[in-house]
């Protein structure tokens, strides 16, 4: 609510990029009176870029921004290589410590010793 009183728009769009914000940017948008609130529920920074950098278009009204961001971000695939700190089994991956992890937009796509390879089957899954 601060950041949204500091901006001196009529119109503001959140691009949250984390799905544990969204929540909290809708009850800050359902919060404001006197500044429309748009929430575009990005759950990555990635997926954050290309309505924000693409899609908007100043000349364009509020709704049409907000179908196009929305269409934009349906559009858009993240993932992210990382490794396991401990031993665990996650659907049918048995993920020992020191793993990689291929993480994507539908959980982990890929477990295996070396980052390459790992990133590969992230990428092709």
Do not use: C, W
Not at 9 to 32: E, F, V
């Amino acid at each position: 609510l601060n950041a949204i009183d500091k901006v001196n728009a009529k119109t503001i769009y959140i691009l949250p990029n984390n799905k544990n914000i969204i929540l909290a940017a809708n009850q800050a948008r359902d919060l404001t009176e006197d500044k429309e609130i748009i929430v575009i529920p990005t759950k990555t920074i990635p997926a954050g870029y290309e309505p924000r950098l693409i899609s908007f278009v100043p000349e364009k009204t509020a709704e049409e921004n907000t179908a196009e961001m929305m269409d934009a971000i349906s559009r858009v695939h993240t993932g992210q290589i990382t490794y396991a700190v401990r031993d665990t089994r996650i659907e049918d991956k048995e993920i020992h410590e020191g793993d990689i992890m291929g993480i994507g937009d539908k959980g982990i796509l890929a477990v295996g010793s070396g980052k390459e390879d790992v990133a590969v089957a992230t990428v092709n899954a």
